[in-house]
Nanobody, 115 residues
Framework: QVQLVESGGGLVQAGGSLRLSCAAS????????MGWFRQAPGKEREFVVG???????YYVDSVKGRFTISRDNAKNTVYLQMNSLKPEDTAVYYC?????????WGQGTQVTVSS
């Protein structure tokens, strides 16, 4: 059982920045993929960015050039640096990890971007 704990959400003005952290109970370099999803009110959860065990990174088009995912295997932590935030980025952000064909989720952290 993999446990994921997110932190770093909050309220920020449009154009501002936040950094989310996801601390894992297992070695992050063992995960097939780790990433971030988000869910806005009234919408389905959507993929934002993922980083594979081999280091490949995939971003949804709407965040390319603004968000950056990174991984610190020594700390078993994945980060999401979010710059140039927009009101449409407002959502609950969830950390995700896939290990042995099973998905694990954190509890989510709220990001609110005011205009």
């Amino acid at each position: 059982q993999v446990q994921l704990v997110e932190s770093g959400g909050g309220l920020v003005q449009a154009g501002g920045s936040l950094r989310l952290s996801c601390a894992a109970s297992e070695r992050t370099d063992n995960m097939y993929v780790m990433g971030w999803f988000r869910q806005a009110p009234g919408k389905e959860r959507e993929f934002v960015v993922g980083i594979s065990r081999g280091g490949g990174i995939y971003y949804v088009d709407s965040v390319k050039g603004r968000f950056t995912i990174s991984r610190d295997n020594a700390k078993n932590t994945v980060y999401l640096q979010m710059n140039s935030l927009k009101p449409e980025d407002t959502a609950v952000y969830y950390c995700n990890a896939r290990l042995f064909l099973r998905d694990y989720w954190g509890q989510g952290t709220q990001v609110t971007v005011s205009s």
